[in-house]
């Protein structure tokens, strides 16, 4: 079964390389999006920040259909503002999100970052690329996420001495140490590469798998939605204008009730006669809960502030959604605090090297049984692109950061331009990797990414308020770990080009082809 | 994988590997889909806890499957193992009350 493992990894193993590392950004998405807007690095939140809120709605949509303010939290030091007009969606064009605002936390004042798809663009491209209809990206995605199961459950069969393997470790031998870095990357984590590919899978079933529930309900996906989470709709007309009570003591109630700060306020119908409003706190994460809501909730009549309902929060749920629970928020690490969502971040940077290892190894191999031949042509595409889909991407990520602060702000359709950047990074990469698939390729865009990410904090210092030798970026963990990430992702360039640029090539060895020694050989 | 079944493989590369693919690729699907469905009919359970336990189980099914398509002795043995017990399970959905399901 080595053969299957080899080349179902190799098929899809620069999308999955993609996929790690972007995948791997994501458990950083709401940090990363801080980073990118400067221009709210100075919020703070403070006791007021709900009548804050409460008196910006008041100010901005007062008639809306509803409300809903999300309070800042420790990954985000700004208060949310969402509502939906109250006319017909067809005049909005379709548009059924409605409007936003971001507010200063402490001040109130609503602000205006700069356009920008943050983390958000690195999220969503795990799972669903770019500029390719959605459909059919997300089945991409999810072929080469079994071909991975099928890779990790052969690759252990294959490996049958795989934990005395997992202990070997032969440095500097070329193609026996991709091997031990290999081995070693994939059985540390194991379990979380086979977690995060069956718990990817899940994620999609309604598209990849939706048969039996197909079978099971009269209308498919959406019964066994209704089903399992209910919904409850407001009422569809507003009544009567009525001004709602004060918000301040419905938010002291409630953190009274639940011991949990209060995280987010919506309301039906603002300002009518049938106003509802929500007050819900914070829960203490279980790793089974379901993925959204279910935070412990007190609702009250908007116009009078009488108690109408009090909700506890997740009821028991069956054993077998708890598993489903339990894979899905490990995916999203949804319930982790700081340290595990670092402890999970680890765990993608070792995929992401466990998957570029096996394609060195594959490239090593195979130089190897030249005994100094000059390479052909798929061998040095595949060298090629596993330049372009490791230390291209790098740098295309890298870029993009970059372009968040050099980019002007008010350049129209900016968030596309940063975007643009990335890829156009990322064709160059490509680009000049085809033209060196060798040791001259990897030297120079190893050097190329150690100066793009070192450069990210000094560009940081020179255009923001937010560096690493400010008060802002420490108050805010997020902003000084950004800029300290670059410096190790700095580091760890500057240290791998050191290792190849000393590294001598030998004849018929090493993981690099090499013209030269094809020429001095005939 | 043993050497023996190792050597019988290469005896005819092409279209054994070929003929494996396409067992394991449409044919552990069409397996793990039939087994999705007979189970979430079939499971005394409330429907919507029968749902997510067979779809848990489904990619499951389809690994296997491929494995099972790649492991066994012969590409004609790949497509019995993979068939007979989809065509089982396809029967039992019927059986459950499945419809078409397109």
């Not at chain 1, 709602?244 to 639940?258: H, S």
């Not at chain 1, 009549?301 to 108690?307: H, P």
Request: aromatic content about 10%.
């Amino acid at each position: 079964m080595a053969w299957l493992h080899t080349w179902s990894g190799l098929l899809l193993g620069w999308l999955l390389l993609a996929m790690f590392v972007t995948g791997t950004s994501a458990y950083f998405r709401e940090e990363i999006s801080l980073w990118m807007a400067p221009e709210l690095h100075h919020s703070q939140p403070s006791p007021d920040t709900p009548a804050l809120a409460w008196a910006a709605l008041n100010a901005k949509a007062p008639d809306a259909k509803s409300w809903d303010i999300q309070l800042p939290e420790a990954r985000s030091p700004v208060a949310q503002l969402r509502w939906q007009p109250d006319r017909p969606q067809a005049e909005d064009g379709g548009r059924r999100r409605g409007e936003q605002a971001v507010m200063d936390a402490g001040s109130g004042e609503l602000l205006s970052p700069r356009a920008s798809r943050g983390g958000d663009f690195l999220y969503r491209f795990h799972f669903e690329l770019y500029g390719v209809p959605r459909i059919w990206a997300r089945w991409l995605i999810c072929v080469a996420t079994m071909f991975m199961l099928v890779a990790i459950v052969s690759g252990v069969i294959t490996h049958k001495k795989i934990f005395k393997d997992f202990f070997t470790f032969r440095p500097g031998k070329g193609q026996r140490s991709w091997l031990d870095s290999h081995n070693a990357t994939a059985v540390l984590a194991l379990p979380f590469h086979f977690m995060i590919t069956y718990s990817g899978l899940l994620i999609f079933m309604v598209m990849l798998m939706p048969w039996g529930m197909n079978a099971a309900y009269e209308d498919g996906w959406r019964g066994f939605f209704q089903d399992v989470f209910p919904r409850e709709e407001p009422a569809a007309e507003g009544g009567a204008a009525m001004p709602m009570v004060d918000i301040v003591p419905l938010v002291a109630r409630a953190r009274d009730t639940f011991e949990q700060p209060v995280r987010r306020i919506s309301v039906d119908w603002p300002n009518r006669d049938n106003a509802v409003i929500r007050v819900s706190t914070a829960k203490d994460p279980h790793i089974t809960d379901q993925r959204r809501g279910g935070n412990p909730t007190l609702v009250f009549n908007g116009g009078t502030g009488e108690l109408l309902e009090t909700r506890p929060g997740d009821e028991a749920v069956p054993g077998a959604f708890r598993v489903y629970n339990l894979l899905v928020n490990l995916h999203l690490a949804r319930f982790a605090d700081p340290t595990v969502r670092w402890l999970f971040f680890l765990f993608g940077v070792g995929g992401t090297a466990m998957v570029a290892t096996g394609m060195l190894l594959w490239v090593s191999k195979r130089t190897q049984q030249l005994r100094g031949k000059a390479p052909g042509a798929a061998l040095r595409l595949v060298n090629g692109l596993n330049i372009a889909s490791l230390t291209g991407l790098l740098g295309a990520l890298a870029a993009y950061f970059a372009a968040n602060r050099l980019l002007p702000v008010e350049l129209a359709a900016r968030e596309s331009w940063e975007i643009r950047v990335f890829f156009l990074t990322w064709l160059l990469a490509l680009g000049h990797a085809l033209l060196r698939p060798d040791r001259r390729g990897w030297i120079e865009q190893l050097a190329a990414i150690t100066v793009l990410w070192a450069a990210l904090p000094l560009l940081n210092v020179a255009t923001t308020g937010s560096h690493l030798f400010s008060a802002t970026a420490w108050r805010t963990g997020a902003l000084a770990g950004f800029d300290v990430v670059c410096l190790l992702m700095a580091a760890t360039g500057g240290y791998a080009l050191w290792r190849v640029v000393r590294k001598q090539p030998v004849r018929g060895r090493g993981p690099l082809p090499q013209r030269r020694t094809a020429e001095d050989g005939a | 994988m043993s050497k023996h079944s190792l050597q019988r493989l290469t005896a005819s590369p092409a279209v054994g590997v070929a003929s494996r693919t396409l067992a394991a690729v449409f044919g552990g699907y069409a397996l793990a889909a039939c087994a999705t469905t007979a189970l979430a009919l079939w499971l005394p359970a409330a429907p919507a806890t029968a749902v997510i336990t067979a779809n848990l189980l489904s990619f499951l099914i389809y690994t296997v499957a491929v494995l099972w398509a790649f492991a066994t002795r012969s590409a004609a043995r790949a497509w019995v193992g993979i068939l007979a017990p989809a065509l089982m399970l396809a029967v039992l959905a019927w059986l459950g009350g499945a419809g078409n399901p397109f």
